[in-house]
Nanobody, 123 residues
Framework: QVQLVESGGGLMQAGGSLKLSCAGS????????MGWYRQAPGKQRELVAY???????NYADPVKGRFTISRDNAKNTVYLQMNKLKPEDTAVYYC?????????????????WGRGTQVTVSS
C-alpha cells in the first residue's frame, strides 16, 4: 500500500526557516510530479510548489523567492525549504504525489496525499 508521510512542521517566529520532508513508501513503479499544498483555517487548499520528475519547478506567487522545493528520487522524498516565514504562511501543509503503481500501465497515474503537517508562524 502506497503512502506519503510528512515531517518537519512546527512553530516558528516570523523571519525564521523550516524544512518539510515527505517520503513515499510502499509498492510502486515510479513517481511523477510531487507537490506541496497548504490549507489555512477557513480557506481552500492551495498549491504552494510543484516539482516534476525531471526537476522542473513551479511556485505560487506568495512564496516565490522564499520557498524552495526539491526532491531526492532515490529516496522517493520531496522537500520544502521555507525561509523568511510570515504569519500568513500558517497552515496545514500537505504533500501530494502522482504514483505509477504498475509499470506496465504507465499511463494510469494514482494520486496520493499525506495527512498533513502543521506550520505555525508567530508575529
Amino acid at each position: 500500500q502506497v503512502q506519503l508521510v510528512e515531517s518537519g512542521g512546527g512553530l516558528m517566529q516570523a523571519g525564521g526557516s523550516l524544512k518539510l520532508s515527505c517520503a513515499g513508501s510502499g509498492t510502486f513503479f515510479s513517481i511523477n510530479g510531487m507537490g506541496w499544498y497548504r490549507q489555512a483555517p477557513g480557506k481552500q487548499r492551495e498549491l504552494v510548489a510543484y516539482i516534476t520528475s525531471g526537476g522542473s519547478t513551479n511556485y505560487a506567487d506568495p512564496v516565490k523567492g522564499r520557498f524552495t522545493i526539491s526532491r531526492d528520487n532515490a529516496k522517493n522524498t520531496v522537500y520544502l525549504q521555507m525561509n523568511k516565514l510570515k504569519p500568513e504562511d500558517t497552515a496545514v501543509y500537505y504533500c501530494n504525489a502522482e504514483f505509477i503503481i504498475d509499470g506496465s500501465r504507465w499511463w494510469v497515474p494514482s494520486d496520493y496525499w499525506g495527512r498533513g503537517t502543521q506550520v505555525t508562524v508567530s508575529s
